[in-house]
């Protein structure tokens, strides 16, 4: 069994560039920092363990569908293939050790299992035609799929929301039909040209993120929610007073980054070490 060292990167503000205020100012202070790799190795394996940490993530908010729900991270080294969960191995029992590699045309490089054929058609899209693109998550949600029924945006009714406040789509394109032919997933694709979030008409929510795997975990984490809370609103009956655009653009400068996204992930990530050590055999 590996399991990592216990003692993670943290940020310091005498040499570490500040991207967020949420940053501290103060030295010495313990607060993540972002690691580095001085080889592809370390890199990979760093890559390979935040993704079973964001399928673990995904078993215990109950993402699980059978064998639906698929999250992806480009391989540092060869960025023409990425890693990913293994066909009908539940979220919670995804370990470093059944991990699949497979190219942009779908073929398993690398690892025992099967890939998801659905996962392939839409993730191998979104990665070959945006290379800056690293990592992408999607799960059949209850509230997501829901909400996917009412073909509309989310709307900023929180700071929560605010953070995906026109940094998502609502995609139409194959509404409700399955993706599994090559074509689905290109015009998928075509919709994913700055944003880290969509949501596709009759089936759910889908989250890119070009900062990290646990960026993208998160986020879906938080648009799930969010939907949820949405759904909550309008069964209320009441019509809900918006957070004004300026205000919503504010949020989402400061809460709704890539980076907040891998930020917030480190709680769950700090979690997942003290309670499931078997991610890492």
């Known amino acids: 069994m590996h399991i990592p060292p216990q003692r993670e990167p943290r940020f310091n503000p005498l040499t570490d560039p500040k991207v967020s205020i949420y940053q501290p100012e103060q030295p010495g202070r313990i ?7 001085s080889t592809h190795a370390e890199h990979r394996r760093h890559l390979k363990e935040r993704l079973v940490g964001a399928c673990r993530a995904f078993a215990l908010q ?5 064998f639906a729900g698929h999250l992806t991270v480009r391989d540092p ?3 023409h293939l990425y890693w990913t969960n293994p066909m009908a191995v539940h979220f919670a029992q ?5 991990l699949i590699l497979a190219d942009h045309q779908g073929h398993v490089v690398e690892g025992e299992h099967a890939i998801n054929r659905a996962g392939f058609v839409l993730h191998a899209a979104v990665h070959e035609a945006h290379p800056d693109i690293v990592a992408m998550c999607h799960a059949h949600t209850l509230y997501g799929t829901a909400f996917a029924a009412l073909a509309q945006p989310l709307a900023p009714i929180s700071q929560d929301a605010a953070a995906f406040f026109e940094d998502h789509v609502v995609i139409s394109d194959e509404a409700g039909q399955v993706a599994v032919e090559v074509k689905a997933g290109l015009k998928v694709a075509d919709w994913f040209k700055g944003v880290k979030a969509a949501i596709h008409q009759n089936h759910g929510l889908l989250t890119a993120s070009r900062h990290s795997i646990e960026a993208a975990a998160f ?4 648009l799930e929610r969010c939907c949820q809370q949405q759904m909550l609103v309008y069964a209320s009956g009441i019509k809900p ?3 004004p655009p ?3 653009r504010y949020s989402r400068e400061h809460v709704g980054s890539e980076y907040i996204g891998w930020l917030h992930f480190q709680t769950i990530w700090n979690d997942l070490l003290r309670t499931q050590p078997d991610m890492f055999d």
């Open 241 to 243: 007073r918006l957070v």
């Open 94 to 98: 995804v370990k470093v050790s059944n």
């Open 246 to 248: 300026e205000k919503a």
């Open 31 to 37: 607060f993540p920092g972002i690691p580095h790799f």
């Open 219 to 222: 986020w879906f984490i938080a």
């Open 62 to 66: 109950g993402f699980d569908y059978g």
């Open 77 to 79: 080294e060869h960025p």
